[in-house]
């Protein structure tokens, strides 16, 4: 079972800043602490995200095949009795997919609890239906959080995206991308504050989004990427830390663009 632990802290002047520009109340001696990370599940993610050794939530793997449901999901586990964690909801009650730069504290106007029993889907299968908010289609999101420091309630996220089942897996996949939380008892924090962006055109896992990424996008358009990818492309092209290769022309982008459109209306017209 995997641990997600904080590392990584962001004191400086800029956090400081962000928490000036979000509005509410705020602390100028606020301190974000953030960790970029890499990790897929499954296997299940056990979440301590002020590393004092209580486990917030954790994300799993669940299966169930019988006479009344056929369910195959990722769900995420909230331990209220530990100290944690209340997690961010829509109005029906189940984990919110926040946007980067949401509002996660006392003052954003979010709904925090843990649904009936503690635990949620994310991304799944449910009886043949997609259950959770996390799909592969919506792309990477964040689960907002609240949770107790020697009583006091703190705010954070989990950076947290559906994945493309690998073959050798039969069940739903997924990747935390980056976690984060405010030191400072309640003060609210930006969904993705203090995390460097994650590089989701970064198809072939080199560090870096250049016209190699190009190449295997539009090889695979119709079947492994879409037009959501090839924006995700013209976005973040040149951002990493490799060497910059084969600049595509822009008409190529267009085009490419265009031909990923057509194949997803043919397909919901089918």
């Known amino acids: 079972m995997k641990r997600l632990q904080a ?50 939530f ?8 019988d006479a009344s449901t056929i369910e195959d999901t990722l769900k995420v ?21 926040l946007a980067a730069g949401t509002l996660i504290g006392p003052t954003s106007g979010l709904i925090y609890g843990v649904p009936p029993g503690g635990t949620d889907d994310l991304n799944g299968v449910k009886n043949g239906v997609e259950v959770g908010n996390f799909q592969v289609a919506d792309g990477p999101g964040y689960i907002g959080v609240e949770f107790t420091i020697d009583g006091a309630m703190h705010y954070g996220y989990v950076g947290f995206q559906g994945v493309e089942t690998d073959e050798s897996n039969a069940g739903p996949e997924g990747r935390i991308f980056g976690f984060g939380y405010e030191t400072t008892a309640d003060t609210a924090i930006a969904a993705g504050a203090g995390l460097v962006p994650p590089l989701t055109a970064d198809v072939d896992g080199d560090g870096d989004v ?42 190529s982008l267009s085009l490419l663009a265009a031909g990923a459109a057509g194949v997803a209306r043919y397909r919901r017209r089918k």
Not at 31 to 51: F, H, I, K, M, R
Not at 58 to 65: F, L, M, N, V
Not at 80 to 94: H, I, K, W
């Open 7 to 56: 590392k990584a802290r962001n004191t400086a002047g800029a956090a400081a800043a962000l928490a000036a520009g979000l509005g509410g109340a705020q602390s100028l001696d606020a301190a974000v602490v953030a960790q970029t990370v890499e990790e897929g599940v499954p296997p299940n993610y056990s979440a301590d995200l002020d590393s004092d050794g209580t486990i917030e």
């Open 58 to 65: 954790q994300i799993s793997d669940y299966h169930q095949a």
């Open 77 to 97: 586990t909230g331990f209220p009795s530990q100290g944690g964690v209340g997690l961010a909801v829509d109005q029906a009650g189940y984990t919110a997919n």
């Open 210 to 251: 250049d016209g190699n990424d190009f190449l295997i996008i539009q090889r695979g358009v119709g079947s492994t990427y879409s037009a959501t990818d090839v924006a995700a492309f013209k976005a973040q092209y040149g951002q990493g830390t490799g060497p910059i290769t084969a600049v595509p022309e822009p008409a």
